[in-house]
């Protein structure tokens, strides 16, 4: 059974562009979580998506945004891009809301 | 909000000696917690986990006891080995389950032959 999938692996961008990052679950995971790793604040909730649903937000700008389709799979996008938007993001997901969460390799984003 | 807190690192250990690493929550009513390892270059993966106080999660020889009265999940393993350095993260999810994991900050571990 295939993983969770995430691409591009590696990712550089500058100061102002935008950038959007797939995430293809595992087969038959209907929800779809998004987190950012950085060395000093750890991993921070961005957003789940359940069913094409936004479920639940963390406390990032509007300049980040998602979406999930129907297949389950998952987009992130990053507008206006900061250095500080620099990270690993990170996509999950579970069969159902409470379930196990199922972790991808991450996207590294570097803006310089 | 709930929180998770967790030991600073990097911890550096010799193979075969005693692992603990600290973690301790803030949250309300009783939470499910869990640890997760994260191997170079790869996502995290869940080691164990415990859904009520004094439930005793155990994986790989990883242990951790849901303790309520301090509000710890600390996690031991009695020898560790090269193959167990990665970053530990302990994490919690509220009671009703349809919260998001909150993490905390992530504990590096090195292990030397």
């Known amino acids: 059974k295939a993983g969770v999938t995430q691409t591009p692996r590696y990712l550089i961008k500058t100061r102002g562009q935008q950038v959007t990052l797939s995430c293809s679950p595992i087969s038959g995971h209907r929800s779809v979580s998004w987190y950012q790793q950085t060395p000093g604040q750890g991993l921070q909730f961005l957003f789940e998506?359940?069913?094409?649903?936004?479920?639940n937000k963390g406390n990032f700008p509007g300049r980040f945004s998602g979406r999930q389709f129907s297949n389950s799979r998952s987009e992130m996008n990053v507008s206006t891009l900061e250095l500080g938007d620099s990270a690993l993001y990170l996509c999950?997901?579970?069969?159902?809301?409470?379930?196990?969460?199922?972790f991808g390799s991450g996207t590294q984003l570097s803006v310089l | 909000g709930d929180s998770v807190t967790q030991m600073e690192g990097p911890v550096t250990l010799s193979e075969e000696a005693f692992l603990t690493i600290n973690c301790t929550y803030t949250a309300t009513g009783y939470p499910s917690l869990f640890w997760y390892v994260q191997y170079p270059g790869e996502g995290l993966q869940l080691l164990l986990k415990?859904?009520?106080?004094?439930d005793k999660g155990s994986n790989k020889g990883f242990e951790a006891t849901y303790r309520k009265e301090t509000t710890s999940f600390h996690l031991e393993k009695g020898s560790v080995q090269v193959s167990d350095s990665a970053v530990y993260f302990c994490?919690?999810?509220?009671?009703?389950?349809?919260?998001?994991?909150?993490f905390g900050k992530g504990t590096r571990l090195s292990v030397i032959a």
């Open positions: 999950a997901s579970s069969r159902e809301t409470n379930e196990k969460l199922f």
């Open positions: 994490a919690l999810r509220g009671p009703s389950g349809n919260t998001p994991l909150v």
């Open positions: 998506y359940f069913s094409e649903t936004q479920r």
């Open positions: 415990a859904t009520k106080a004094d």
